[in-house]
């Protein structure tokens, strides 16, 4: 299908912030970096409804939209990374509807369909007449399980948004007003302030523009089902000229790995005592759970972050919180840049080293393989691993046992993940050389299943194994080798 | 109701959600055969369809279809 390009963009930080005022959606999945990146999108992304009233906008500035629009349907299928550029694409255009899509990065992120014709008679609100204000903060609600948003309404204010609209949209406010388009920029806070909120993902909207607005001046939303299946969360919306529906995902939150205290219960107190253990990429998820694991058995540990150095610091709190004579060092490291200039000052005598460093995993991407992807994979799964022990290896008075986290998608990864189970295949086959050399590093490498993790809490949801469960395993046949010692 | 109509409904619910008259779901088609047919878009196919045909999917089967035959074997099942 043949599309020709109408219009580019690249939302900058500056419109992040300009819509989210608008709107007053401040979710952090599109206002803080840290905290984006433990959620499905990995980074801070933009307002899906951000680029859809840019596109509207566009698409009646060109001149196609004549005779007004009647409807809009939309759908998101990815995410648009803040400073990537999207394109504005025209698919198909007939009497009746305009097709366009927004494509990024060589992806479709969003279709839209739009309704040519003039709005149709309104038939009365759909909200509940008892439906609370709604007053937003910057904080947004935090619901964990769907059956918490059964029975939520409420309605907004459209005036303020109505009034900073024309200045950004002046060509789609020209169109279907001022109230509609705030009105369309509200449907991102219903989803990612109010419902599902905080752990939210905006999957499509459909909506008619109505001739005469039962609800002239407020917007207002019904949760009209759920499915815990999938953890899908719809809503009816009226209000402003405009009424239809909207669908949503509730995505799980930032995985929570074992607390100290509950990992102090399965590892006895001195089971790794004389050891001391590297954690590349130790902030979060299995190289947290591997720090708590080895000083839980009396093991020192360092451990590295390349940005989550508060959650760094929340670790070894947790760690000397249980155990106060714990040595739990916290220091930055990119797998991405040189070992020896960022370990050189390291005073520990390293025994074992843990490598989890990982860019995201799970990626949007178009075709079978991005080499661009499988590149950025082997940088720091394979010449990063290799750097660091090489290092280790020379400087140490000791020799280093290594672990090399491998997955079964070695053996079985599914289509969408090639690049990643092939610079993981690559680092095998390197660790594997590096045990047939004479170094004074020993590699013990574990394919380990989808663990529970931010990496894997993806909606839909995937089957996950219990990292402790798993880990403690590996982490006791990796510490009970110690060669040269 | 035979597969083929069970083929049209998952072709028409499918156009639908895709915005894509051009789509013509097989037997053999499999998702990652049509283009942009992601894990999202799969969740609002399934729930579509079985708000159309009035049935209900597990969990467990929905990940495990490997092409669209296999999800109006699945289809055909419940409606006998």
Known sequence: MSSATLASKTFDSDDQVFFARLSGDFNPMHMDPLAARRTQAGAVVVHGIHAVLWSIDRLVESGMVEGGISGLKVQFAKFIPVGETVHLKLVRRDEKSIRAELVSGGLRTTTLNLSLGTPKKADGSALPQDAPRIRLTDRPAVFVGLEETLGLSGWMDIAGPARSVESRFPHAVAAIGSERIAAIALLSSFVGMICPGLHSIFAAFEIDLLETPHDQDRLGFSVSGADERFRMVRMTVSGAGVSGSVQAFLRWPPVVQASMSEVSKRVAPTEFVGSTALIIGGSRGLGALTAKVIAAGGGKVVVTYATGRKEAIQLSEEIHGQIPRAVCDVIPYDARQDAAGQLKTLVADVSHLYYFATPPIARQKEGLFTSSLFDEFVQVYVKGFYDCCRFLGERGSRALTAFYPSSVFVESGPLAMAEYSMAKMAGEILCNNMNRSANRVHVIVGRLPRLKTDQTATVPPVNTGEPLAVMLPEIRRVQASRPGS | ?80
């Open chain 2, 1 to 80: 109701m035979g597969d083929q109509e069970i083929l049209d409904v998952l072709t028409r619910v499918l156009r639908d959600l895709l915005m894509d008259d051009s789509i013509l779901l097989k037997m053999d088609t499999r998702r990652e055969d049509v283009p942009n047919w992601d894990s999202l878009i799969y969740i609002n196919f399934i729930v579509a369809v079985e708000i159309e045909l009035g049935v209900k999917f597990k969990v467990a089967d929905v990940e495990s279809f490997a092409n669209v035959g296999e999800i109006v074997t699945g289809i055909r099942a419940m409606l006998q």
